[in-house]
């Protein structure tokens, strides 16, 4: 049957070797008239293991170019992290409102960005982000074990460090500088640690 | 390496005897040991004992490969069509569903599609396939053209199959009589018991 061999489908500029004409489309079309998938995901072994040097080429080319994207989009979050301004001092509670064991949460810097203050003693205070670092589920305080524990993945923080105990965090919970100015408890700062 | 041009297969149900050579042959070979590629299946085994060798029939379109999700199913260069590549089958039975001939089988313990690939360890080298070689009636045939003519003077071969709208030319052959026109079965018609008269069905069978 092969003496009357069909002329390749795929056209002289394919780069394929002419043995590879068996290939013919459900819908009887020209190989060129067809979809780019078919192109992608041929059939037929011999173009599946083709590599034309242009496709390859190509790779290398824009992958490369996204690696230089992203060193440069490093570099740039580097200066802008930099050139923050100071995140301001934030009133959080009034002494009085907090006794020892109890915890606040409050929003700081950003209004989505929730914090828990927590009175461990009469006179120390911790506050830390409430975003487990593994996944961002919300810390909760446990007091009875000295922790923070998060529900999503059982993720346990130390209540006095923010840093974890337990579970699949690895980072430290970021700590929130605490200023006791006139009875008042303030924020000033969040300290992101690794 | 490919299977040399010339030589074609040419399967002649009206010679099949069920002996079930090819079935044993075929779970011979190294590449699939213990594990029979072709079927042999009964025509309608309430009315006769009629059998029918089903091997691939390695379509110029294969059905398999187009709906094949995980792009597991090749074709080398000489229109053969093999067995899903292992690395890439996902085991999931499209390929068993789509083919019009029923010929892919899923070997669930190796979560592998397997197929009948003309004994390409074989055929590659210029061998026959297994099953070809040790049919006792003929019903299983590789070779040439010619050859076929001269051995079966009243046959001719078939190779365009139809399935509904689907057109499908494969590169194995059909053997059916010479003197009669070809005639296309409505395979999803003829699935339906109230359609056909099934002793006329074999009646056709047996005339030649």
């Known amino acids: ?194 | 390496m490919s299977a040399p041009s010339q030589f074609e297969f040419f399967v002649d149900p009206n010679r099949c005897i069920g002996c079930q050579s090819c079935v044993a042959a075929c779970s011979e070979c190294d590449t699939h040991r213990g594990h029979s590629m072709i079927h042999l299946e009964y025509v309608d085994r309430p009315i006769s004992v009629q059998t029918v060798p089903v091997i691939c029939m390695h379509c110029d379109s294969p059905t398999c490969a187009e709906v094949c999700p995980a792009d597991a199913i090749k074709r080398t260069e000489d229109g053969v069509v093999q067995t899903a590549r292992k690395p890439r089958c996902i085991a999931c039975n499209n390929c068993v569903l789509a083919c019009p001939f029923g010929v892919p089988k899923m070997k669930t313990e190796f979560q592998l599609m397997m197929k009948c690939d003309m004994c390409y360890d074989r055929t590659s080298v210029g061998s026959k396939p297994m099953c070809a070689s040790v049919c006792p009636s003929g019903a299983l045939h590789y070779g040439t053209r010619e050859e076929v003519e001269l051995l079966r003077p009243n046959s001719q071969p078939v190779n365009t199959f139809q399935f509904g709208a689907q057109t499908i030319t494969t590169k194995v052959n059909m053997m059916v009589p010479r003197n009669k026109g070809i005639q296309h079965i409505d395979v999803t018609a003829a699935m339906n018991e109230d359609a056909v008269n099934p002793a006329g069905m074999m009646e056709n069978l047996y005339e030649d």
């Open chain 1, 1 to 194: 049957m092969n003496d009357t061999k069909k002329p390749s489908p795929l056209g002289r500029d394919s780069g394929l070797s002419p043995q590879s004409s068996v290939l013919t489309t459900p819908d009887g079309r020209p190989y060129h008239d067809q979809p780019q998938w078919r192109n992608d995901f041929p059939i037929d072994w011999p173009q599946d293991e083709l590599v034309a040097r242009r496709d390859f080429t190509k790779f290398l080319v824009l992958t490369s170019l996204a690696f230089v994207v992203g060193q440069a989009w490093i570099f740039v979050e580097n200066v802008r992290r930099k050139r923050r301004a100071v995140p301001p001092v934030r009133k959080i509670a009034r002494l009085a409102d907090v006794p020892v064991g109890a915890a606040v949460t409050f929003a700081y810097p950003e209004p989505h960005d929730d914090c828990l203050l927590v009175r461990i003693a009469e006179d120390r205070f911790v506050a830390y982000g409430q975003k487990c670092t593994h996944l961002s589920c919300a810390v909760t305080p446990r007091l009875a074990e000295n922790c923070l524990f998060c529900p999503c993945h059982h993720g346990v923080f130390d209540l006095a460090t923010g840093v974890p105990t337990a579970g699949p965090p690895r980072r430290p919970l970021p700590r929130v500088v605490l200023e006791i100015r006139d009875g008042t408890i303030y924020a000033k700062g969040v300290e992101v640690r690794t």
